[in-house]
């Protein structure tokens, strides 16, 4: 069974970090890109960052790049997002997920999904 579990959220004052894992399991870590979604209250979900298993490649939303970072541990398999300089804008439910049919980036076709962790940010 696959498995997406992340952690990591908490309330943080703007201008701090936190890091977020996902732990996964239950299938082949190299064969699957991953990705990191948020979904704010009253928004429509969004693509954040999403790292690839053929090559390590990444991928960053604008409104992220060069605040967050995104890689994985394959000895772990683990991903994690880095978030640096948060914002208010960034409070969201985050949550991981699996592309099981690729392992280039492709932010639709993600498939599995972790329950998410909250992240606050306050002003």
């Known amino acids: 069974e696959v498995q997406l579990v992340e952690s990591g959220g908490g309330l943080v004052q703007a201008g701090g970090s936190l890091r977020l894992s996902c732990a996964t399991s239950g299938f082949t870590f190299d064969d699957y890109a991953i990705g990191w979604f948020r979904q704010a209250p009253g928004k429509e979900r969004e693509g954040v960052s999403c790292?690839?298993?053929?090559?390590?490649?990444?991928y960053y939303a604008d409104s992220v790049k060069g605040r967050f970072t995104i890689s994985s541990d394959n000895a772990k398999n683990t991903v994690y997002l880095q978030m640096n300089s948060l914002e208010p804008d960034d409070t969201a439910i985050y949550y991981c997920a699996a592309d099981s049919s690729s392992r280039y980036c492709n932010f639709y076709g993600m498939d599995y999904w972790g329950k998410g962790t909250l992240v606050a940010v306050s002003s």
């Open positions: 790292i690839s298993s053929s090559d390590g490649s990444t």
